[in-house]
């Protein structure tokens, strides 16, 4: 059972950045892919950004390349989404999830979900 904790979310200005963080109960974040989803209301969750924490592998949405990046601190057992160039459009509860084995895309593929954490971007 892996517990995830998400932080740093928040309101921002268009072109601002924010940085997210998900704590994870795990012994070890070795063997897990970690990934962020985000979701408005009405909509599917997108996937944002995610990686494979053995090799540092990572992938990233079409809408967010260039602007977020995805980090780890295996000490902290702590995964990072650093968010820059933020728009309007980036508005939407941001959830970390982690499944055991290598990055898949569907949402279904993850086991464990953080209580998600609001970033909301104002022009």
């Known amino acids: 059972q892996v517990q995830l904790v998400e932080s740093g979310g928040g309101s921002v200005q268009d072109g601002g950045s924010l940085k997210l963080s998900c704590a994870a109960s795990?012994?070890?974040?070795?063997?897990?892919?970690l990934a962020w989803f985000r979701q408005v209301p009405g909509k599917e969750r997108e996937g944002v950004a995610k990686i494979f924490a053995s090799t540092g592998k990572s992938y990233f949405g079409d809408s967010v390349k260039g602007r977020f990046t995805i980090s780890q601190d295996n000490a902290k057992k702590t995964v990072y989404l650093q968010m820059n160039n933020l728009k309007s459009e980036d508005t939407a509860m941001y959830y970390c999830a982690a499944r055991v084995g290598v990055c898949r895309t569907p949402p279904s593929e993850y086991n464990y979900w953080g209580q998600g954490t609001q970033v909301t971007v104002s022009s």
């Open positions: 795990a012994n070890t974040l070795s063997g897990l892919c």
